[in-house]
């Protein structure tokens, strides 16, 4: 067992207060494998910005929670050996279980998502409440959901591509009921490959800000995040279908909205298919150029180096280069 602290993390408190106060949303990328956390974490260094690294439960399956949080300890010691001081937070992504969540905290994580949207709203409350009591015995800050964010978790999933927007009338109840650090809602987004449902001529909506503005008067200061931003950049897309592989809809969120909503008052902001299809496709391309390869390093340290400039971008995005 691990405290995050031994680790050189910070939990989400102090990120989020500095965040809502300045108008940015701290960016939390979803990572699967070294050379995507190395990527984030050179642009970070670059950018000096503050981050949240997301793994997700099945992630775990991959790593293990103990080589995770050792990894990203090795990230922080690349800052702090750089003379820099910018915090870092190890999030556990769409925790679905309390003994998931425990594991987490137990083995060095200092942020945990409890995913019980899917849940009647009172069982997402008491869920929440007993992962919120734990997790705050340890220091461990918690995120909780709201609303339906559907669609696919994790890449090459299928999923449904429909949003149950959060009733802003409840955020209230739930925020003191469970005691939740902070709060993800559903405000036009999706999972997958489909984040926005576009309007029948092609175009695509805005995302509810009306929701947003409402949530945030019900609970002003309180830190509200936004899951499923990724732009999906159509040029990769191209690249996967031209060599070899099959992807048809996509529809990714405009990234002056998620800047927008950054203003607002959104603290925290998830980006997971980004990274993926870009390293897919970039592999996809020089495996298929390089048909004789056999080390996986032909692909590896190139995907570095495309993807460290995508979290560079990300970084603008959100607002946050600087506000370590």
């Not at 981050?51 to 099945?58: G, K, M, Q, T």
């Not at 490959?193 to 008067?217: A, C, F, H, T």
């Not at 990274?275 to 590896?300: H, Q, Y």
Request: hydrophobic letters at 40%.
């Amino acid at each position: 067992m691990y405290h995050y602290t031994e680790l050189g993390q910070v939990n989400t408190k102090e990120m989020f207060e500095k965040a809502y106060a300045e108008g940015y949303a701290v960016p939390a990328f979803n990572f699967i494998s070294i050379e995507q956390f190395n990527a984030i974490m050179d642009a970070v260094i670059e950018k000096r910005s503050p981050v949240i690294l997301l793994a997700s439960p099945n992630l775990h399956k991959q790593l293990g929670y103990e080589i995770l949080a050792r990894i990203v300890q090795s990230g922080i010691d690349r800052i702090h050996n750089a003379g820099l001081d910018i915090p870092v937070a190890l999030h556990l992504d769409h925790g679905m279980t309390f003994a998931q969540c425990v594991d987490a905290v137990e083995f060095g994580f200092s942020s945990i998502m409890i995913d019980g949207s899917a849940l009647p709203f009172e069982e997402n409350v008491a869920l929440t409440k007993k992962t919120v009591d734990y997790a705050h015995r340890h220091g461990v800050t918690v995120e909780a959901e709201l609303g339906v964010l559907s669609g696919a978790e994790e890449a090459g999933e299928e999923g449904s591509r429909t949003s149950l927007y959060t009733d802003p009338a409840k955020v209230e109840e739930f925020v003191k009921k469970t005691g939740c650090d902070s709060l993800a809602i559903s405000i036009g987004t999706c999972h997958g490959l489909v984040k926005i449902k576009p309007n029948p001529d092609g175009s695509l909506p805005e995302l509810r800000y009306d929701i947003l503005q409402d949530v945030m008067n019900r609970v002003p200061g309180f830190p509200i995040v936004l899951h499923g931003a990724s732009a999906i950049d159509p040029k990769f897309v191209d690249m996967i279908n031209q060599y070899g592989g099959h992807i048809e809809a996509v529809a990714g969120i405009p990234e002056e909205q998620v800047t927008k909503a950054a203003h607002m008052g959104v603290c925290k902001v998830n980006i997971a298919t980004d990274g993926w299809i870009s390293a897919l496709a970039n592999t996809r391309k020089i495996l298929a150029e390089n048909p004789a390869a056999i080390d996986s390093r032909v692909f590896t340290l190139k995907n570095r180096v495309m993807m460290k400039e995508i979290y560079l971008h990300k970084i603008d995005v959100m607002g946050s280069a600087g506000k370590a």
